[in-house]
């Protein structure tokens, strides 16, 4: 299987008090093409932080990352801007929704940043929403949604540019059992179209839906 993630001997480090603090130690991993990978752990535990370098949010302070074939710490902030935009769609607990703009122009405004014509990204914003059920709620603004629909629209806007990698952190944190059900099974059908899934969680009943789990405590991989 061809390898989309590496990670290599990655450390995270702090200042705290003139001492030094490993927010990650050591951390080496691969995710593979079209896998599915759930990567569990306390509160404090490193998952954030992991996450943050996965989607090239933050840097490591040492180790490499190669991220599909290219190695990140030689990637210029365009390159960079392009990962984000294009080849990772991100996936967060707490929605991130702008409470001004309706179902379709969240899911949009990604695409705007990408310089998509009006006409082509609203299509494209309509076949993401389709794909979560939300086709009937393209013009509700967040607060006329319920906690489940306004994840749904966040996956619509992760997932309108078809990005090759989903990095979801936490995604069912903030819903109830069977809104956290949809979403998952959201995530495992487009897990099955081909797309690569790393999800990261504290629950244990959402990370045994993954194809692979890997445990962090204290900022290392145990399992």
């Given at each position: 299987m061809e390898n989309v993630i590496v990670l290599s001997d990655i450390c995270k480090t702090y200042i705290s008090r003139n001492n030094i603090v490993y927010a990650l130690k050591d951390v080496s991993m691969k995710v593979g093409k079209g896998e599915f990978v759930s990567i569990t752990g306390k509160s404090g535990?490193?998952?954030?932080?992991?996450?943050?370098?996965?989607?090239?949010?933050?840097?490591?302070?040492?180790?490499?990352?190669?991220?599909?074939?290219?190695?990140?710490?030689?990637?210029?902030?365009?390159?960079?801007s392009f990962v984000r935009?294009?080849?990772?769609?991100?996936?967060?607990?707490?929605?991130?929704?702008?409470?001004?703009?309706?179902?379709?122009?969240?899911v949009e405004l990604p695409l705007i940043y990408r310089g998509i014509k009006k006409s082509a990204r609203r299509q494209m914003a309509l076949?993401?929403?389709?794909?979560?059920?939300?086709?009937?709620?393209?013009?509700?603004?967040?607060f006329e949604l319920s906690g489940g629909q306004q994840q749904r629209v966040a996956i619509a806007r992760a997932i309108a540019s078809e990005p090759e990698i989903i990095l979801a952190d936490e995604p069912t944190g903030n819903l109830d059992a069977n809104s956290s059900r949809e979403i998952m099974d959201i995530l495992k059908n487009l897990h099955k179209q081909g797309a690569t899934v790393v999800l990261i969680t504290h629950d244990k009943n959402v990370a045994d839906m993954a194809q692979r789990q890997i445990e962090i405590f204290d900022g290392e991989i145990c399992s």
């Open positions: 535990s490193g998952k954030s932080t992991l996450m943050n370098i996965l989607g090239c949010l933050d840097t490591a302070t040492s180790g490499e990352y190669i991220l599909d074939g290219i190695t990140v710490s030689r990637m210029n902030e365009r390159q960079l935009n294009k080849v990772i769609g991100f996936i967060f607990q707490n929605f991130n929704l702008i409470p001004t703009l309706n179902a379709v122009e969240n076949n993401a929403l389709e794909k979560v059920g939300l086709e009937k709620r393209i013009t509700h603004r967040p």
